[in-house]
């Protein structure tokens, strides 16, 4: 698949894969079997249909997990909004490349495999404050090499992003498409003090400011005031649903990166699932907004996918349960009411 134009984008969303509901209702007959209480493992029935649904089978697998962390730079950290300096965004995909990072350590131990994607490190989006962060050919190269990244036989997909200033870029396209104004989505990152909190607060201001007359049109809205791990991010998920792959969204960056899809239609995000909610201000009211219920919730915001990758644990567990206990019959345990 190749996105010429974000009309192209708009038509996919309009005629996506809807999962299998034969699948899923399946998954549910067998948890009604299994030797427990109906409902009794909680969520984790739900997973285990969700994941049904998804990968089109009773008893989903779990062989091929990818866990996908796009890096970018932006222009606007020249506007003093983060607590670190740009260089690190390049200096942590090489942590990430020597295996030093948490990401790394998260991976190995849920069985997934890492894919770092830095997407023109050494050319940083435009400040956003005074110009469009990218044009429409940078935005869809991005959102296209995000596509292509996705392994078409994952059995799950987990994604998460590094990018010093990203934080700023996901508190402008939350207040840009969902509003209630900047102080509702700015938080402090990577660690900003109170002076840095105010400078980021003044440039997403200036940005809506700026971009004020595309405000209405979330794929614009996109290119204007996101970055290219965000829209690679998006790109990514738009390939999980076209190949029929449940997929694990990381913390508050990277659902930002999703609500402009969820802005053309919410149903886009059916196969996702929110791992965690982050520290970070202003993803728990975003996972709200989405209708997205996360499955953790451990103080984590790190982001590099650490949340999403932990949460693919808990997806083996669900598994685990649904594809290796027995039912009622195997068992010789008498069922409800028998």
């Not at 209480?37 to 089109?56: D, F, K, T, V």
């Not at 730079?73 to 690190?88: D, I, K, L, Q």
């Not at 290796?324 to 009411?337: K, L, S």
Request: net charge negative; proline share 5%.
């Amino acid at each position: 698949m190749q996105f010429r134009s974000l009309d192209d984008i708009r038509a996919f969303c309009r005629d996506l894969p809807k999962g299998d509901a034969r699948a899923a209702t399946a998954a549910g007959g067998r948890q009604a079997q299994l030797t427990k209480p109906p409902g009794s493992l909680g969520r984790l029935e739900e997973l285990a249909a969700w994941m049904a649904r998804w990968q089109g089978r009773e008893l989903p697998t779990l062989e091929r997990v990818t866990v996908a962390v796009f890096a970018g730079s932006h222009g606007v950290t020249a506007r003093g909004v983060s607590a670190y300096p740009a260089a690190v965004t390049a200096q942590m995909v090489a942590n990430f490349a020597a295996g030093g990072a948490a990401i790394n350590q998260i991976a190995r131990v849920a069985g997934a495999q890492l894919q770092v994607v830095p997407i023109d490190l050494e050319r940083p989006t435009r400040d956003f404050t005074v110009a469009p962060a990218m044009d429409a050919d940078e935005f869809l190269a991005a959102i296209d090499l995000g596509y292509r990244t996705v392994p078409p036989d994952a059995d799950l997909l987990a994604i998460g992003e590094m990018g010093i200033g990203n934080t700023t870029a996901a508190s402008a396209l939350c207040a840009a498409l969902l509003g209630g104004g900047t102080t509702r989505w700015v938080g402090r990152g990577t660690g900003v003090d109170d002076a840095g909190l105010a400078r980021k607060c003044a440039a997403v201001e200036a940005a809506l400011r700026r971009h004020d007359a595309i405000l209405a049109d979330p794929l614009a809205v996109a290119a204007a005031l996101g970055g290219r791990e965000l829209a690679a991010a998006a790109g990514a998920t738009l390939a999980a649903r076209a190949h029929g792959i449940p997929l694990l969204l990381d913390g508050f960056v990277a659902t930002a990166a999703v609500v402009p899809l969820a802005r053309l239609d919410p149903a886009v995000l059916d196969h996702c699932r929110a791992a965690h909610v982050s520290a970070e201000a202003g993803h728990r009211l975003l996972l709200g907004e989405l209708g997205l219920e996360p499955l953790l919730d451990l103080g984590m915001r790190l982001g590099e996918a650490t949340g999403a990758a932990a949460a693919i644990l808990l997806v083996r567990v669900a598994l685990a349960c649904h594809t290796g206990m027995a039912t009622f019959a195997q068992a010789g345990v008498a069922g409800p009411n028998e």
